[in-house]
């Protein structure tokens, strides 16, 4: 009965403003008081057709999503926090937010990799998301997308042991489904800069060397070393 006043009285006052404020007080009863929080989703998503970036409705939303395991429609509401926030830091955790729903509920990896990309917008360097978009790809056999994470993560680590490491990977894609010797060349020159006595790098080029199309490349490289 109580919402159903609530109801008539939205129905009659004109001002947005009022329609919202009695549009939160419904949605309120009906989920504590009746219990029937399915009904108050409808109720806080009527509430975003007044204000679209109401923020305690799509809080709301992505409570009771989440609470009722409707994943597709969390992202969503996801999705719309990310049109309104101000913050790069805010729009960096609705994108991972999105990426974590796609991986661990909906099982969806190209999706995820889509938002990690989307995250990689705003903050490039982000050690979370490349590390996930390396498991991601390699797991997806996505051998172009994952020489270019593999390229980031050498750029931010800051040990030559993590440099070597990501440098190697990429060099065996170039080396194997790229089919770009030459490109790996210049990652394995790279590696023996910076660590001369690295193995495999070393084996690499002196394979390198004797080919005929990557002879010259590799040699020049050796030399010095």
């Known amino acids: 009965e109580q919402v159903e006043i609530l109801e008539r009285k939205v129905q009659s006052r004109q001002d947005p403003g009022g329609r919202a404020d009695l549009l939160r007080r419904i949605a309120h009863v009906q989920e504590v008081e009746l219990g029937r929080p399915d009904v108050a989703l409808q109720t806080w998503k009527s509430l975003l057709g007044y204000d679209e970036s109401d923020r305690g409705a799509l809080d709301s939303l992505e409570r009771l999503y989440r609470a009722t395991a409707q994943w597709i429609e969390l992202v969503w509401v996801y999705q719309r926090k990310v049109e309104f926030a101000t913050q790069p830091g805010e729009v960096r955790d609705l ?17 995820a990799i889509g938002a990690y990309k989307s995250l990689l917008e705003v903050a490039p360097d982000d050690a979370e998301a490349l590390r996930e978009l390396d498991r991601l790809c390699e797991s997806e056999q996505l051998s172009g997308d994952l020489l270019e994470v593999l390229e980031a993560e050498a750029r931010i680590a800051t040990g030559a042991d993590d440099k070597d490491a990501f440098e190697t990977r990429a060099a065996r894609l170039l080396l194997g489904a790229l089919e770009d010797p030459h490109r790996a060349i210049g990652k394995l020159a790279s590696i023996l800069e910076r660590t001369p006595t690295h ?19 590799a040699s020049v490289v050796l030399d010095p070393v």
């Open 199 to 217: 193995a495999e790098a070393r084996a690499a080029l002196e394979d390198l060397s004797r080919r005929d199309d990557t002879r010259q490349a």
């Open 95 to 111: 994108r991972a937010a999105v990426a974590h729903v796609y991986v661990e509920q909906i099982a969806d990896a190209f999706e």
